[in-house]
């Protein structure tokens, strides 16, 4: 993501957020972090979906994940998500929090791997709201070429991780 992404970038994030949107500053503060990469998902020159990460050390972060309101459950989330942990050198493990009420980015998260670890009581504001606390422990897995290529896939656990780790829709993230 580039700096000129900002101003479209922001419009997303109040589409997805409403008031509790990080502000321009906030976005530009993210973009200038040297532990931080943002991503986002372009179709026909709009982004669509916008992802930032932070590393330190041996530990990831997933800090913001929003995808547009009409592209939803197109797996555009689970491509921006897999797409930074896969590009993440040297992490063994990627935490996030996510309201207690949205239950579809819970099952997504849960569908990646990602297990519960704690609640941070009244965390959001605007609402006011719980956090609930995830972390996905990552597993080694084999060089992208040699991923599997049944569609199928795994179904659980540690082996669903590996196969999602290598799963990246090529053309959709820019």
Request: charged share 25%.
């Amino acid at each position: 993501m580039l700096p000129a992404h900002s101003e479209q970038v922001k419009s997303l994030l109040d589409l997805c957020f409403g008031d509790s949107a990080w502000t321009i500053e906030s976005l530009r503060s993210q973009l200038e972090k040297s532990d931080s990469r943002c991503t986002i998902a372009v179709e026909d020159d709009r982004i669509i979906g916008f992802l930032a990460f932070e590393q330190v050390m041996d530990e990831g972060s997933i800090v913001e994940v929003a995808v547009h309101p009409d592209c939803r459950r197109k797996g555009i989330a689970r491509s921006l998500i897999t797409a930074a942990i896969q590009s993440a050198e040297g992490v063994n493990t990627v935490f996030l929090e996510v309201r207690e009420s949205n239950t579809p980015a819970v099952g997504l998260y849960e569908s990646l791997g990602f297990e519960r670890i704690g609640v941070r009581k009244g965390y959001y504001q605007k609402p006011k709201e719980d956090a609930v606390l995830y972390r996905l422990p990552l597993v080694k897995v084999p060089p992208l070429g040699e991923c599997p290529k049944d569609k199928g896939g795994a179904a659980s656990g540690e082996e669903a991780v590996a196969w999602h780790k290598c799963q990246v829709t090529e053309g959709l993230l820019n």
